[in-house]
């Protein structure tokens, strides 16, 4: 089952594994933000269990806590889901509604996602977040492809930086990132430094825009009658493959 392969390969020590049933309610009541959302909740989860607490008293890694982040402990949720249910929509209301940073595996037997999601202070209540972005990996299934499997072996916490709580969650952070970028080129590598990880950030924020610009493009191209507007066409479109392949190249 993918689900619980995903939760194993994050290889965590018994200090920091829990076995806690988690009610649908609190999602509901916490992270739905409409009618839509806790139809959702209801209908789309499967089971929803509380796996480890990540702390330095079970994992020996220190907190990091200032006036920006509260990373003094970090929950690991498992959420099962059941089939056709939305699962990047329930994974983003789970964060939401858990008021702690979260690595949160999604999925069902055939295919599951690891997400995380940085969380700061708000800038005007200390009690509450904000979710900057929802950073949120590929669909792994079975069998594995290499790149899946090497993202995977990547994953145990003993291999993750261990300066502090947040920075461990900065090496999920680019561990996912280096899963999306090996869809598109085919090898998984981690970056050298924060600023090839920025790098490769920004790029795969551009790339699923530019191919849909390209598709767009080729098929304005193909149901085009004049000449004149097929050739300045071709020529934009030359263009827009031209820096599709940059985008591509820093990934790589």
């Known amino acids: 089952m993918m689900l619980g392969r995903l939760f194993d390969a994050l290889a965590l020590p018994a200090s920091a594994q829990m076995e806690r049933r988690v009610p649908k309610a609190l999602l509901a009541e916490h992270g739905a933000s409409s009618a839509g959302d806790r139809k959702l909740v209801d209908a789309g989860i499967e089971r929803l269990r509380w796996r480890a607490t990540l702390k330095p008293a079970t994992i020996g890694v220190p907190a990091m806590t200032d006036e920006t982040r509260d990373y003094a402990e970090i929950a690991v949720l498992t959420l099962e889901t059941r089939a056709g249910a ?32 940085p969380k700061r202070r708000h800038e005007r209540h200390a009690d509450r977040f904000v979710i900057e972005r929802l950073v949120l990996s590929p669909d792994l299934e079975e069998p594995g492809d290499e790149p899946a499997a090497a993202f995977m072996a990547s994953l145990a916490v003993a291999d993750l930086p261990a300066a502090s709580l947040w920075s461990l969650y900065e090496g999920i952070i680019d561990r996912i990132e280096a899963c999306a970028a090996a869809r598109i080129t085919g090898e998984f590598r981690l970056p050298a430094n924060a600023h090839e990880a920025e790098t490769r950030r920004r790029a795969l924020g551009a790339h699923d825009g530019q191919v849909r610009e390209v598709a767009r493009l080729r098929k304005a191209a193909a149901a085009e009658k004049r000449l004149s507007t097929r050739v300045a066409l071709s020529h934009t479109i030359t263009g827009a493959e031209a820096e599709l392949r940059r985008l591509t190249h820093l990934l790589a």
């Open 86 to 117: 939305n699962a990047m929509r329930l994974a983003r209301i789970a964060h939401s509604a858990i008021p702690y940073p979260l690595i949160l595996i999604t999925g069902t037997a055939d295919a599951a996602t690891i997400s995380v999601a």
